[in-house]
C-alpha cells in the first residue's frame, strides 16, 4: 500500500501515517458511545500531551496515541480481542505501525516490550488517570485540580479502593518514565486539570446559602 499523505515518518519501514488529533478523536467517537470511556481517551490524551511536552517529543502524535488507545474497547473488550483487533482496523486505515505497535503495547497480555518513551508514556498514564479521577470523585468538592499526591498515594495503600487498579502498574509505570511516583501523579493531575470540565472532574460548588447538611 503507497502512503502519499501524512507527515515523514521516523523509521523508513513505516510508511503509515499519523492522523491528526481531530481525526482521531472523530474516528475514536465512531467507536466508542460511552461517555466514561472517551473521558477516559481525553484523560489519557492530556497526559501524554503534557509527557510530550516534557519529553521534547511530538506533542500531537502522543496525544492521538492516547485518543485512540482503547478505540476498539468498547466493541472488542476481552483480551483475546483488545487491542489486537483494533489494530487490525488501524493498519487498515494505513497508520503508522509506531503508533499501532504504542497501543499494542500497553496491554500486558501480549508482553511487549515497552522499548520507546511512548510505549512507557501510555501505559504510565493509562492506570494513573483513572485512579487520579477516582480519587477527585470521593473528595467533597469532586474536582481534579486538588488531588495531591500525598490524597493519591493514601487511597492507594487502601485496598478496597479502586480495586482493580494495580499499584504494582502505577508504581512501575513512573519507574519506566524516570520520574519519581509524587512527581508522575502531580503531572498526570496537572494535566487532568487542565481539561477538567471536559473529564466531569471540575468539581460542585454549593449554591450560594444552601442549608448545611443536617439543618
Ligand atoms: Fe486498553
Ligand atoms: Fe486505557
Redesign the pocket.
Known amino acids: 500500500m503507497t502512503q502519499t499523505e501524512g507527515q515523514p515518518q521516523g523509521s523508513a519501514t513505516d510508511t503509515g501515517r499519523w492522523p491528526s488529533r481531530e481525526e482521531a478523536w472523530a474516528f475514536m467517537c465512531e467507536w466508542v458511545q460511552s461517555e466514561s470511556l472517551r473521558r ?1 481517551m481525553r484523560a ?1 490524551e492530556a497526559a501524554m500531551g503534557a509527557y510530550a511536552a516534557r519529553f521534547g517529543e511530538d506533542v500531537e502524535r502522543w496525544r492521538v496515541v492516547g485518543i485512540l ?2 478505540f476498539d474497547y468498547e466493541r472488542h473488550p476481552t483480551l483475546d480481542q483488545h487491542p489486537q483487533d483494533g489494530a487490525r482496523y488501524l493498519r487498515e486505515r494505513g497508520y503508522s505501525e509506531e503508533l499501532i505497535g504504542a497501543i499494542l503495547s500497553h496491554a500486558d497480555h501480549l508482553a511487549l516490550e515497552r522499548d520507546t518513551p511512548l510505549k512507557r508514556a501510555l501505559f504510565a498514564v ?1 492506570e494513573v488517570t483513572g485512579f487520579a479521577g477516582a480519587v477527585a470523585l470521593v473528595r467533597p468538592e469532586k474536582t481534579i485540580a486538588t488531588v495531591t499526591p500525598q490524597s493519591f498515594k493514601k487511597k492507594m495503600k487502601d485496598k478496597a479502593f479502586a480495586r482493580a487498579v494495580s499499584r504494582d502498574d502505577m508504581t512501575h509505570g513512573a519507574e519506566l518514565l524516570g520520574v519519581s511516583l509524587d512527581e508522575h501523579i502531580q503531572i498526570v493531575v496537572d494535566a487532568m486539570a487542565a481539561v477538567a470540565p471536559e473529564l466531569g472532574l471540575a468539581g460542585v460548588s454549593a449554591p450560594a446559602g444552601a442549608p448545611q447538611e443536617g439543618a
Do not use: E, G, I
Open positions: 477516559h489519557v488507545h482503547d493509562d
